[in-house]
């Protein structure tokens, strides 16, 4: 109701707060918005079960904290729910999160499977790129005939140790980019929105949200809605428009909704 085209979802076990890959919340989520009287497009995380904390006497051992899977594992809520999107986070880097180090582990053949499944489903795959070299994997599967239509890819810039914030990266990865490619971008942090203006006027789209930044400014925690809220307001700044989900769904190259 605020003006997204898209959300992209992941999910909270209730108790805890901490995120988890259960199905049964997936599912919960897209029905209740399904149900709901919005129409926007759903896009589901696939980025789960991909985290590997090497014990530091051993690194070829998993340790405390890692949480890997199988692509069927990976992709079995994909099955479930069937979201007009999902993403698929072409890397494999070293990342950083709650102070904790870790691999975030996709292999070439996890990717390829995923990419795959996706696309027996008719699941639109969002392909996310945090280097140079993950956008010409994305070529690669494009090659492959893995990825149909035109490619959908979100430049994820900012997560440390991966590609930084900056106007000179951005252009880059764009000028990489495969013909006929729907692109955004997204910064994290303080970095949401000065990414988010470079986007739009390169001709990209954005992604604001709470899993990239928790703040609306220094000491005032954001909502979803307050973020949005200020992503139209810079779009309108611009001269842009706010696409609607149908709109969006031609953009993307999906379907329209039933």
């Known amino acids: 109701e605020a003006g997204a085209a898209v959300v992209h979802l992941h999910s909270r076990n209730v108790e805890t707060g901490l995120g988890n890959t259960d199905q049964a919340a997936f599912e919960e989520i897209t029905d209740r918005i399904r ?30 904290g890692s949480d890997l899977g199988t692509p069927e594992e990976r992709y079995a809520h994909i099955e479930a729910c069937l979201p007009d999107i999902a993403s698929l986070d072409i890397t494999t880097s070293n990342q950083i999160d709650s102070g904790q180090e870790h691999v975030y582990l996709n292999t070439t053949r996890t990717l390829r ?19 140079a070299g993950d956008i010409g994997f994305a070529a690669q599967l494009i090659e492959e005939e893995l990825i149909e239509g035109n490619p959908l890819i979100q430049m994820v810039l900012g997560v440390k140790w991966n590609a930084p914030t900056t106007p000179e990266t951005l252009k880059y990865f764009r000028d ?29 789209n954005i992604r604001v ?30 001269g842009h428009d706010v696409a609607s989900a149908n709109d969006a769904r031609q953009i993307i190259g999906i379907k329209a909704a039933s």
Request: charged residues 25%; hydrophobic residues 45%; proline residues 5%.
């Open 209 to 238: 949200g709470l899993e990239d930044n928790l703040y609306l400014r220094k000491g005032v925690f954001a909502t979803n809605e307050d973020l949005v809220d200020r992503a139209k307001t810079l779009i309108d700044i611009l």
């Open 35 to 64: 149900q709901s009287s919005v129409d926007v497009i759903i896009n589901l995380t696939c980025g789960g079960k991909a985290f590997f904390f090497p014990i530091a006497e051993d690194e070829g051992r998993a340790g405390p």
């Open 113 to 131: 499977a995923l990419a795959k499944r996706f696309k027996e489903l008719g699941v639109k795959p969002e392909l996310e790129v945090f280097e």
């Open 176 to 204: 990489l980019l495969p013909e006929h490619s729907t692109w955004g971008a997204l910064g994290t942090g303080r970095d949401q929105f000065p990414v988010a203006a470079q986007s739009i006027l390169l001709g990209g």
